[in-house]
């Protein structure tokens, strides 16, 4: 049974740093692409991160290139995103999901999420 389960978030204040896991079950982390989604209150969700099956390829929303780092633990089969700089934009509820395929979709398109870290930025 393919399960995905989030970990991580909480409060930071505006410029913090904070680092989000998922853990997967069911299947094996390296051999499917894996994303990071995201969602704030009264706005669509939207996708942050991706990595690549095998060989680990990243990519990024342009909204948060350059601070936040998508990577995985193989042996763990685990997901990481550190976010770095957070600014008020980034509060929401943060997702991992997969289609067990070899690409990070449209969130519509995704099969198999996680149930949602909740990230809050405040000073």
């Known amino acids: 049974q393919v399960q995905l389960v989030e970990s991580g978030g909480g409060l930071v204040q505006p410029g913090g740093s904070l680092k989000l896991s998922c853990a997967v079950f069911?299947?094996?982390?390296?051999?499917?692409?894996v994303g990071w989604y995201r969602q704030a209150p009264g706005r669509e969700r939207e996708w942050v991160a991706c990595?690549?099956?095998?060989?680990?390829?990243?990519s990024y929303a342009d909204s948060v290139k350059d601070r936040f780092t998508i990577s995985r633990d193989n042996a763990k089969d685990t997901l990481y995103l550190q976010m770095n700089g957070l600014k008020p934009d980034d509060p929401a509820v943060y997702y991992c999901?997969?289609?067990?395929?070899?690409?990070?979709?449209?969130?519509?398109?995704?099969?198999?999420w996680g149930k949602g870290t909740l990230v809050t930025v405040s000073s």
């Open positions: 990595i690549s099956r095998l060989d680990g390829t990243t």
């Open positions: 999901a997969t289609d067990m395929g070899s690409k990070c979709r449209e969130p519509d398109r995704m099969d198999y």
């Open positions: 069911g299947f094996t982390l390296r051999y499917y692409a």
